[in-house]
Nanobody
Framework: HLVESGGGLVQPGGSLRLSCTAS????????LGWFRQAPGKEREFVAG????????YYPDSVKGRFTISRDNAKNTAYLQMNSLRVEDTAAYYC???????????????WGQGTQVTVSS
């Protein structure tokens, strides 16, 4: 079970860091990803990282502003979000799969989500 935290209300241009932990088991054997879904829109992949954290993956919409990382010793993954925009407002979800190749399209496990609202 994946558990997200760290969401909240932030002004445009601000920053937030989301966290993802596992209530059971270990995350170190899974590739991890972050997704978001705004009301009336489809769920969107925003970041991915393999088990060893050797590289990261982002769509153009967040590249240069969002950073995914993981600390396997703490069984936690993070999404650092900088220069936030109103259009970043969404529910953000952590996801996991054994293969990083499947993360953007068909993760095996999902968290319950945490809301991020960017507004002045």
């Amino acid at each position: 079970h994946l558990v997200e935290s760290g969401g909240g209300l932030v002004q445009p241009g601000g920053s937030l860091r989301l966290s993802c932990t596992a209530s059971e088991g270990t995350l170190s054997t899974y590739a991890l990803g972050w997704f978001r879904q705004a009301p009336g829109k489809e769920r969107e992949f925003v970041a991915g990282i393999p088990q060893n954290g050797a590289r990261t993956y982002y769509p153009d919409s967040v590249k240069g502003r969002f950073t995914i990382s993981r600390d396997n010793a703490k069984n936690t993954a993070y999404l650092q979000m900088n220069s936030l925009r109103v259009e970043d407002t969404a529910a953000y979800y952590c996801a996991a799969h054994r293969s990083i190749l499947q993360i953007p399209t068909t993760p095996s496990y999902w968290g319950q989500g945490t809301q991020v609202t960017v507004s002045s």
